[in-house]
């Protein structure tokens, strides 16, 4: 590998003090140093050095909630890309009991169970009501028409006029909070690791909508007979935003939730995990969407009627047996329960399919010595970039020349148009440490920078990082730190360190499937390949 100065010095004729700092004709530039020497003559420069960058592969993410400090968001659905291949997402979570506790009291039978999982979506006005099977508007007893919310979803990537197949399925493995092999600390899942399952659930073809607001529930037995609909419930929650629904197996539910004879594993969350331990919610499909859930919002909701005794009243026939008024009467009675995921171990599973696309061959056989022309960053347990800024030989060089430097910046430009949605924002850190940048820590996000920048025509254009504290210190002739490799990932909230001194560690969270392709290294007569620009003071003997 060799690293190549690109630029020569610029002079600007201008005399630097210790006490009024370091003033550049081209800029502001910062005086990070502290060892100038008064009475001495200096002159500023700028240069350009080479960077080898190739592609990694992520195996894995992390994904679950087991530390409370932060609380991943989730995936589910089918993903593909042109550049990235296919991605896919299981979204698995234990599920808790009702805080009012359970008793579905006597005789019950079930209506219906439903799996709710609410979007990201935010209101958007109002719209005209349509009928879901004809299409057809909906009006009032006036004929005008009604209106309801309009939503606009959030954080849906892909295709969301493609159906893929989403399947539910009771889950067999059990989701520990704490490391069984070590109960002093929580358990960690990643994004590879396999489940077993047991019953399925629900198997059926799905599609986003982002006005799916309303449930409307059966009542089949209210009058004894369950081959006729009795009642139609109309469900909506309370802020009415969209939920992805599916209906769960209404006979598993009625034999080993509401005809299950030991009474005990409702007692308490504790016994009722270890018997239910949780939902895998699976997809599968060629195309579709991937939704980021919250996961904390999601539950599932027994729908049945049991036996009420009650008073009728002077014209009502609550039995349905012909006689009004009667006392103590047996009523059948619609009823529900909420078994939230709010509380519970979640987690997810991720699998990725690199075949045939371009993002393969630059993962399985990545040029670590000469560098690559694109480089590929995408989250969700998917790809990163590694950067090598210096030689051993040129590091030396350049250390001998006693630079004082004033900025350090990488540039890294995007690969032609892309249509897909790119990441709003890029994370830079120290690779082979997993440690976050003093630059970052101690400037702060905004300086350090990692912001998609667009051209004066509004496309997107570049990324730019800060780095002047990391090269000074690498630099620095007296006490220099040793060079290490940088690496280029999706940025998450859960990389915003808790403390500068306490938590310098990157984390190996990534929940946004967004990519983006990048021009690398190479060729060497592109003028926007990556690169690192260091501006300098240099002492006049």
Known sequence: MSHKILSTIKNCGLLLTLFFGIVSCEKDLEDIAAGLVDNRYFTVGDSLFEIVSYNINIDSSRVDNNDPTKVPLYLMGVYRDENFGLKKSAFISQAFLPITGVDFGENATIDTVILDIPYFATLDGTQEAEDPETGLPINDEDGNPILTPNYLLDSVYGNTDQEFNVKVSELKTFLNVLDPDDPTMVKTYYSDKEYQLNTELFSGDFLTNRNDTVLYVLRKNLDGDPNTIDQIDTVKALNASPTMKFNLDEDYFQEYFIENPNSAIFDNNENFVRFFKGLYIDSNGEDGALINIAGTNAKFTIY????????????????????????????????????????????????????GYPIENYLLNPDMENGEEKLFVQGAAGTEVVLELFTDESLEEIRNKNWLINEANITIYLDGDQNNELPNR?????????????????????????????????????YKFRITRYISDVLNLKNPKPISKLALKNYLITDLPQSPLLDTIVNDYNWIPKGVVLKGNLPIVDDKRIKLEIYYSEAID
Not at 312 to 336: I, K, M
Not at 432 to 456: E, M, Q
């Open 426 to 462: 890029l994370f830079l850190y120290n690779f082979d440490y997993d440690s976050t940048l003093k630059d970052y820590i101690f400037d702060g996000p905004d300086i350090f920078d990692g912001k998609l920048v667009f051209d004066d025509d509004g496309n997107p254009e570049r």
């Open 304 to 355: 049945y009627t049991n036996d009420v005794i009650t008073d009728e009243g002077a014209d009502e026939d609550l039995n349905y047996n012909g006689t009004v008024g009667e006392s103590d009467v047996v009523v059948r009675t619609p009823q529900s329960m909420n078994f939230n995921f709010a509380g519970g171990v979640r987690t997810g599973n991720y699998i990725n399919d690199y075949s």
